[in-house]
């Protein structure tokens, strides 16, 4: 009898066992996973994109200094007239039309596209309800490449267009020092969001250059991102520019 009970207790066991090892997992859902590889390999593209070394981006043409850069981008605008461009991040796609009564600010944000400058940046500045602002990163490879352009040259404003900051309009940024004559900082510009109260300090000091065509909801959703004391992202937002036409 206790032989009997001894090999029904070893069935069971058996039974018990196999019942657990042929349990299915609990599914994971396909979007999910797809969608979490697809955004991870969004982000590593755009962290690594570089059409040219900093070494050698501008190679083909003069460094720009404030003595030159009028003349080199009337030329340069009246050889490369496009107006399009695509801006890609890891947050979705946002497409800009460049206005042509700024013609040195257009001039230089193609020239810049066309040298891969702002592939690898950031959008580096994000304030709700006001502006992002892009073309900056803390990677080495961003100063050799303003190096390698011209680190020291600025634009000249073009604030008698007649435009004025409204939602989705591009400007130039400054620098934060002593600017009467509004010169546009060349590497980094701006996207507003609003409000219309706002653009009382911004209108006729900051030159506006373009406007945003198709994804604000992009613009929006990188200036809702939480960011530190300086306004800087906590999670970095990379930036990938190409001409369309």
Request: charged share 25%; net charge neutral.
């Amino acid at each position: 009898m206790r032989y009997q009970a001894l090999f029904l207790l070893i069935v069971m066991l058996v039974l018990s066992t196999a019942c657990e090892d042929n349990k299915k997992a609990t599914p994971v859902k396909k979007e999910s996973v797809e969608g979490a590889r697809d955004n991870t390999a969004v982000e590593d593209s755009l962290r690594n994109t570089e059409k040219q070394s900093p070494r050698n981006i501008a190679a083909n043409y003069p460094k720009l200094t404030n003595e030159n850069v009028v003349e080199f981008l009337s030329e340069y605008g009246e050889n490369n007239p496009e107006t399009k461009v695509l801006l890609k991040t890891n947050h979705g796609e946002i497409r800009l039309e460049l206005f042509n009564d700024a013609p040195l600010h257009r001039a230089n944000f193609i020239y810049l596209v066309k040298l891969g400058y702002f592939d690898g940046t950031f959008f580096h500045r994000v304030v709700p309800n006001f502006i992002i602002q892009g073309g900056n990163s803390d990677n080495v490879s961003t100063a050799k490449k303003r190096t390698a352009i011209g680190k020291d040259y600025l634009l000249p404003a073009e604030v008698n267009n007649g435009r004025r900051h409204s939602y989705g309009s591009i400007s130039g940024a400054k620098e934060y020092r002593e600017n009467p004559d509004k010169r546009t900082a060349p590497f980094e510009f701006f996207i507003f969001l609003g409000p219309k109260t706002s653009t009382a300090h911004l209108d006729g000091n900051y030159t506006v250059f373009g406007r945003v065509t198709d994804g604000m909801k992009v613009v929006e959703k990188i200036a809702n991102l939480p960011s530190d004391d300086g306004d800087w992202p906590l999670q970095n937002v990379y930036l990938e520019a190409e001409v369309i036409r």
